[in-house]
T-cell receptor
Framework: EPEVTQTPSHQVTQMGQEVILRCVPISNHLYFYWYRQILGQKVEFLVSFYNNEISEKSEIFDDQFSVERPDGSNFTLKIRSTKLEDSAMYFC?????????????FGPGTRLTVL | QKEVEQDPGPLSVPEGAIVSLNCTYSNSAFQYFMWYRQYSRKGPELLMYTYSSGNKEDGRFTAQVDKSSKYISLFIRDSQPSDSATYLCAMRNNYGQNFVFGPGTRLSVLP
């Protein structure tokens, strides 16, 4: 069964450093998402991406964040200058464009630790 | 008032019990409702998806939406130890892609 994959599984970085989190969505999917989940808290929407542009973003997704689909398979989240409060699990999700349009498939997540 | 609320649990039940998980919400514009299961250190996995009010059944799982009360439920029949996980409700309105998640209820099914 096709699945969303994410790398790395765990990223440790120093405050102020840039990080890039990588996702490979399911191959025929058209919509891509990033969520984050701070330890012990709820899953929070960051951004959605469709047709090579951001379609929606939350208040969390400020100028420090950017997303890119550099080729036909990868979908990346970049945090330019990490802060301690960016420490969280980051989940990528994708969905197709068919009739069951709300079925988002989540990846296993990247645990980001900012020291 | 938080937009989506869930009792965080933990909820412990014996194997074979019927489990009832619930969410309340405040935004009457929500039209699409989901239940996700999340095992420890894993991504959420979609269990049930409903649009507007009504019931939906899939195997041991039944989802109910009562929009007049702004209340949704997930029932698990014949619960198994493998059902032990955190259950997240999520919902959105007609227009955006932004799903709002509840904080999750941690369920333990004891053998």
């Amino acid at each position: 069964e096709p699945e969303v994959t994410q790398t790395p599984s765990h990223q440790v970085t120093q405050m102020g450093q840039e990080v890039i989190l990588r996702c490979v969505p399911i191959s025929n999917h058209l919509y891509f998402y990033w969520y984050r989940q701070i330890l012990g808290q709820k899953v929070e929407f960051l951004v959605s991406f469709y047709n090579n542009e951001i379609s929606e973003k939350s208040e969390i997704f400020d100028d420090q964040f950017s997303v890119e689909r550099p080729d036909g398979s990868n979908f990346t989240l970049k945090i330019r200058s990490t802060k301690l409060e960016d420490s969280a699990m980051y989940f990528c999700a994708s969905k197709g464009g068919g009739t069951n349009t709300d079925t988002q498939y989540f990846g296993p997540g990247t645990r980001l630790t900012v020291l | 008032q938080k937009e989506v609320e869930q009792d965080p649990g933990p909820l412990s039940v014996p194997e074979g019990a019927i489990v009832s998980l619930n969410c309340t919400y405040s935004n009457s514009a929500f039209q699409y409702f989901m239940w996700y299961r999340q095992y420890s250190r894993k991504g959420p996995e979609l269990l049930m998806y409903t649009y507007s009010s009504g019931n939906k059944e899939d195997g041991r799982f039944t989802a109910q939406v009562d929009k007049s009360s702004k209340y949704i439920s997930l029932f698990i029949r014949d619960s198994q130890p493998s059902d032990s996980a955190t259950y997240l409700c999520a919902m959105r309105n007609n227009y955006g892609q932004n799903f709002v998640f509840g904080p999750g209820t941690r369920l333990s099914v004891l053998p």
